[in-house]
DNA sequence: ATGACAACCTGTGGGC
DNA sequence: TGCCCACAGGTTGTCA
């Protein structure tokens, strides 16, 4: 489900509600996600106060005065703050419940999600991480660089966490349209001034997403529970055999890596 | 080091 | 109408 904007959409919806506030209770009613939960999170996390919200690439990193929760949200997982009295329904994984009654709870049908308590700064699974897509270290520059003498596609590049993190299925697709470069060809053989182009696309498209709210495909919502509104202003994902916006030439599917593809032949060299 | 691919799991939509 | 297969927003691990 959820690309860079929604985890972001995400935790700005569940910050002003969970900040300050202490967790009385951990209820796990499902431990077996992508990692299986922990023992030692209910007991650590009981008891704590939530201090901030952070993200790092897709994971929600929740600081508190004993250590910070780290959650990813897989491909079908969200969080939502609700009544601690709300019954659990199918695939509600996880409460956090908090000392006003409400608490923060997991969803997630999938369970490609994970959550780890961490005592310290860092974490194995965040050690390898690229930049972040918004941060200034991420530039035509440091793509053109890194893709020197390297084969894979283009679009699988810059799906590599290694490489830079955050860029997902919708916003690869898109971001490779609005730069006009072709999805197949090899990262090694963008020229410097396309890689400036395409840093640009990517970066005008996650703020413009995130702004939205994010993009809700099937059953996305934010911390609020309210849906993105960025999928009416998608250009080419999930709008395969439809007219390109630019030429109108019918937009080609493929697959990469096992992902879907769309993109415009005439548009993309 | 690089790249190709399977794996994890459930729900849904399209084709037959 | 109902069944079955393919595929879905992500990421890691394995193997050649």
Not at 15 to 25: E, F, G, L, Y
Not at 100 to 121: A, I, K, Q, T
Request: hydrophobic share 35%.
């Amino acid at each position: 489900m959820p690309e860079l904007p929604e985890v972001e959409t995400t935790c700005r919806g569940i910050a002003p509600h969970i900040i300050d506030r202490q967790v009385v209770a951990v209820i796990i009613r499902e431990a077996r996600l992508r990692w299986p939960i922990s023992g030692h999170l209910e007991r650590s996390l009981t008891g704590a106060r939530f201090l901030g919200v952070r993200r790092r690439a897709k994971y929600i990193l929740i600081d508190t005065d004993r250590g910070t929760l780290m959650i990813h949200l897989g491909m079908s997982g969200s969080l939502r703050i609700m009544p601690a009295t709300a019954p659990a329904l199918f695939h509600d994984h996880v409460d956090i419940v908090l000392d006003d009654h409400l608490c923060l709870r997991y969803h997630d049908p999938r369970r490609f999600g994970s959550m780890h308590w961490l005592e310290g700064v860092s974490h194995p699974l965040l050690d390898s991480l690229g930049p972040e897509p918004l941060s200034p270290s991420f530039s035509g520059d440091y793509l053109y660089h890194h893709s020197r003498k390297r084969r894979i596609p283009v679009k699988q590049f810059i799906m590599d966490g290694k490489v830079v993190v955050g860029v997902g299925n919708i916003y690869a697709n898109e971001a490779l349209f609005m730069s006009g470069i072709h999805p197949k060809r090899a990262s090694g053989r963008v020229a410097a001034v396309r890689y400036e182009s395409l840093v640009g696309a990517i970066k005008e498209v996650l703020a413009n997403a995130i702004e939205q709210g994010g993009t809700t495909l099937r059953d996305f919502v934010g911390g609020d529970g309210q849906p993105g509104y960025f999928a009416q202003k998608l250009r080419v994902y999930g709008r395969q055999g439809k007219p390109c916006r630019v030429c109108d030439t019918k937009l080609r599917e493929i697959r990469q890596g096992g992902r879907s593809t769309v993109f415009c032949s005439v548009c993309q060299r």
